[in-house]
């Protein structure tokens, strides 16, 4: 453990390092490494670390971890790795790759055990007192979960001239845990407690709860020891509690995200169920459209513009709205205007047109999966305490469902065409006779819930897999959540996908992820029952038909 | 009550005979003869002759012929009282589990793993002991019971809760698929103990005999072309009676046969019950036929491709449902061997050609084209009548 996130640093200073010209100084210092004296190289060693160069961390987990080994011929410092005929080496102050050579080329710097506990100390100081507070952050981190005892003098030092209230306070964590774990007095200890209760992260429980454990075996516990023992039981649970506080919050996030999904794949059937009545079964192959035109938009800027790619999420929603829009369009003009009035014939031909668009798809990209990548200002966490992190592109998804709920409303309420529209859900006749062109109204709703839908094919193909078959898993989702929300309300929709999210979530782990769902579809089946019109129904005579 | 309902002029059965709507005697004689002659070209033949009959393809027709039993069911609700189940597929499939199971249970030690009770699949999932729901299924009349409850049941339930709240049209549809992707996705689950996605599969023998055996599967053919002829007249008498007049003024105009003092949901319930069975009974010919029954059978698009069926033989005609059936099977046997790319193709054209342009089927469309023919011949001799007659 401790050896792979000492790796983790190595690394993240090395990619630091390439930045940074390698340092004359730092080069001059380690030659004394090569000194067969030890005091020489403690010397040289203590030199290094004084350096200041972001390069000597690097080199001293290198000696450190026996991979330092000086050439034979140019008495130059490397480091090697393995590779098929021989080592591969690399000089360790400026990174430049040496070739192969043979075992017997290198000797390698050894030191003693005084040595490597300097060692370990300058290393773990180095870090901790990096000019970056993100590594001042991930040594505090390091330090916390590895614990090594000789770390609390650094570590105290370090924390004193923290500056970064986060990093102090990540440091402030790692003391506590090291006192905890270390502290030579129950006093100490108890301080540390303090702390360490006030922390929310599982890694903390882990420790307390194996302390507690310990504490709890020990026979025949002095009075000290059992109030001791108390007291590390109190602090367990404070920890649980804010734990379980964290675990609703995550699972809250978690539904509303997936409410977010759900409210995308199901806005646009909203518009077409809801407001014309149509039952459009190929909704979720105007997802899939509009997925597959993310993938074309990203393939189109890496062959054409690869400067833009980072940005062919963005063009491709637009994209994705007017290629979806224009296949509805075109399936409402030849298709479904000559069924209206007959939703279970319009509900049969466009299962039809479904099966004929995945077809279609499946002959021109392919059976096999497509890959949209995430841009890299998706990806990663934004991390809020600790134990609680949550990824950017599913807060990217809760975002824009809700910019495309707003625009639909805005759409629906403020503009002409959205006025139109519902006169003609409301009375098509009487809006025909106001000199409505209810037909050319009827295409553009049409179209503008599949453009909804292909919009939303660009945020799922963010986190689902590309392929024909990707509306197929959303269509019955979509469905229920329209029917539950009540149709003819985006309002109702909305309601609908969050509550439909977050109760999948809660559920999720005490019945697990297929049961979850089942238990949903009962609930709506049982649901539509009782409200066999949905949570948000239209009144009126317009509902019997 | 009953009496009632299925109040007619005459004996009920004598009623039902000479009162078989359109091609319904033809239909039949058909089956019989189907059941006739299939298994006696199988078996007297020799296999030179063009008119013998493989026995795979004896098996692939009473595939068929089981699919046709399934769009006869769907067509009893949809055709006569507008219920659109996208769901049918649940009670077929739950039919064929209960067969399925049966016939696992007779399996014994015949298994991979050689244990007496378990059936391979819980041996290999570790479990030690049969799980409650599997009792009883080792006795054949007890599974034939299943097969006619469980579906029976299930549909009693859901009907019961959807017609009495009113659940109609569109809706209806969607919750019945929710029935069906929540079945599918439970009967995925391995924990479920029926298999999970693998299925009931390796069966050896039904009542003794082997399910390989060219025999076997002749009886299993003329089995499933009885059932079909007896549920067509379980259909017939159904649909001619005072009750199938009520399925329709419901199918057509709902709210006023409510107004009218019928209790819809009742007439409802009792028709879907009915259905649904016949779809179990389909199911449970249809598993020993094939010889696996996994929970794809639950998905969705199945119960969707059994209302393709009925709609283009015909809505509403019963055999016509039947020919649909055969013929769409038919085709999809045959493109998906010759073009696998192009079924799918084929398939949601013919949903999109059906409900364009043949709204009431092959059935329907040609007897309107019969009945337009018989009318101008009719009307030929008398041209010079005057046309304002027609117009009142």
């Known amino acids: 453990m401790r050896i792979t996130i000492k790796t983790i640093i190595a690394a993240l200073l090395f990619l630091l390092a390439t930045q940074a010209s390698a340092s004359a100084d730092l080069a001059d210092a380690a030659k ?15 030199t290094i670390a004084a350096s200041g160069d972001p390069r000597s961390a690097f080199l001293l987990e290198a000696l450190l971890g026996g991979n330092l080994y000086a050439t034979k011929s140019g008495n130059r410092l490397v480091s090697r790795e393995k590779v098929s005929d021989g080592y591969q080496i690399k000089d360790i102050v400026t990174d430049e790759d040496l070739g192969v050579v043979q075992s017997g080329d290198l000797s390698k710097i050894r030191i003693n055990n005084r040595m490597r506990g300097l060692i370990k100390d300058l290393v773990g100081r180095l870090t901790l007192l990096n000019e970056d507070p993100a590594l001042r952050l991930k040594a505090a981190d390091s330090v916390f979960k590895s614990r090594p005892k000789e770390m609390i003098v650094p570590l105290s030092d370090a924390l004193a001239a923290e500056a970064d209230s986060s990093v102090a306070a990540a440091m402030r964590r790692a003391l506590a845990a090291l006192n905890f774990v270390h502290g030579d007095t129950p006093e100490a200890q108890a301080e540390a407690l303090l702390i360490l209760e006030e922390q929310s992260d599982p890694e903390v429980k882990s420790l307390l709860s194996a302390e507690a454990n310990r504490l709890a075996a020990i026979v025949n516990p002095s009075p000290e020891v059992q109030e001791f023992a108390a007291r590390v039981d109190r602090a367990l649970a404070k920890v649980d509690e804010k734990l379980a506080m964290l675990g609703i919050i995550e699972n809250i996030f978690q539904g509303i995200s997936l409410g977010s999904v759900l409210l995308l794949a199901a806005i646009g059937l909203a518009i077409t169920f809801g407001v014309m009545g149509v039952i459009n079964m190929a909704h979720g192959e105007m997802v899939m459209i509009g997925a597959y035109t993310t993938y074309v938009v990203q393939e189109l800027c ?3 513009a690869p400067d833009l790619l980072v940005y062919s999420l963005i063009a491709a929603i637009p994209a994705a709205f007017i290629v979806a829009g224009l296949c509805g369009v075109a399936i409402e003009r030849s298709i479904i205007r000559f069924l209206y009035g007959r939703p279970l014939e319009t509900l049969l031909a466009t299962w039809g047109l479904s099966l004929i668009l995945q077809q279609f798809v499946r002959t021109i990209f392919g059976p096999t999966n497509k890959e949209v990548s995430s841009p890299e200002w998706l990806s990663g966490t934004l991390e809020i305490t600790g134990g609680l992190a949550l990824t950017y592109n599913r807060i990217a998804i809760i975002l824009f469902a809700a910019a495309v709920l707003f625009m639909l409303l805005l759409v629906l309420r403020k503009t002409s065409f959205g006025l139109q529209m519902r006169a003609v859900t409301q009375n098509r006749r009487m809006a025909a006779s106001m000199g409505i062109r209810t037909g050319w109204v009827d295409a553009m709703t049409f179209g503008l819930g599949s453009g909804v839908a292909g919009m939303a094919g660009v945020a799922l193909s963010q986190i689902d897999n590309v392929s024909p078959n990707l509306g197929q898993a959303y269509i019955v989702d979509s469905f229920m959540v329209v029917v539950f929300g009540g149709v003819g309300n985006l309002w109702g929709t909305l309601v609908g996908a969050l509550s439909l999210g977050v109760t999948n979530k809660f559920l999720e782990p005490y019945t697990g992820a297929v049961l979850a769902k089942i238990c949903i579809l009962v609930f709506i089946i049982l649901f539509i029952q009782k409200r066999p019109r949905g949570l948000f129904a239209l009144k009126g005579r317009a509902v019997e038909n | 009550m009953a009496n009632t309902i299925f109040k007619t002029n005459k004996g009920p059965f004598v009623s039902l005979m000479t009162g078989l709507p359109g091609g319904g005697k033809t239909f039949l004689g058909i089956l019989l003869v189907a059941a006739l002659l299939v298994p006696l070209s199988n078996l007297l033949l020799p296999e030179t002759s063009p008119f013998h009959v493989p026995t795979y393809l004896v098996s692939l027709m009473g595939k068929y012929v089981c699919f046709a039993l399934l769009a006869l069911s769907v067509d009893l609700i949809w055709g006569f009282a507008g219920i659109l189940s996208l769901g049918h597929g649940a009670f077929f499939a739950l039919g064929g589990y209960a067969m399925g199971m049966y016939l696992m249970r007779q399996i014994g030690d015949r298994g991979v793993y050689g244990n007496p009770v378990l059936p391979d699949f819980m041996v290999f999932l570790n479990w030690t002991e049969l799980p409650w729901y599997w009792y009883g299924f080792d006795m054949f009349p007890f599974a034939m019971l299943m097969v006619l409850l469980v579906p029976g049941v299930l549909a009693f339930v859901f009907g019961w809760f959807a017609f009495r709240s009113r659940v109609t049209g569109v809706y209806l549809s969607i919750i019945t698929q929710a029935m069906t992707y929540a079945l599918l996705l439970a009967f995925f689950r391995n924990d479920m103990g029926f298999g999970g996605n693998n299925g009931l599969t390796d069966f050896k023998d039904l009542l003794g005999f082997d399910l390989q055996v060219t025999g076997t599967r002749l009886s299993l053919f003329v089995a499933s072309v009885i059932a079909l002829g007896l549920g067509y007249l379980v259909c017939c008498f159904i649909t001619q009676s005072k009750l199938g007049r009520v399925l329709v003024a419901i199918r057509d105009a709902e709210s006023r046969t409510r107004f009218s003092g019928y209790r819809v949901e009742y ?34 698009a199945n119960s969707i491709e059994v209302v393709i069926w009925v709609a283009v033989g015909g809505r509403g005609t019963l055999w016509g449902a039947v020919l649909g059936a055969f013929l769409v099977n038919w085709g999809k046997s045959y493109f998906t061997g010759s073009f696998p790319e192009a079924w799918l193709y084929m398939l949601g054209g013919l949903f999109v050609f059906t409900t364009l342009f043949l709204p009431k089927g092959i059935v329907g469309t040609s007897a309107t084209w019969i009945e337009k023919l018989k009318n101008r011949r009719r009307e030929s001799p008398d041209i010079g009548a005057p046309l304002s007659v027609k117009e009142e």
């Open chain 1, 32 to 46: 004394g490494l090569l000194s067969k004296n030890y005091s020489d190289k403690i010397l040289a060693t203590e």
């Open chain 1, 302 to 304: 890496r062959n054409f």
């Open chain 2, 267 to 300: 007439y409802k319930l009792f028709v879907f019950v009915v259905s649904a069975v016949l779809a179990g009974i389909a199911g449970a010919l249809y598993v020993p036929q094939v010889g696996i029954i996994n929970p794809s059978e639950f998905s969705p």
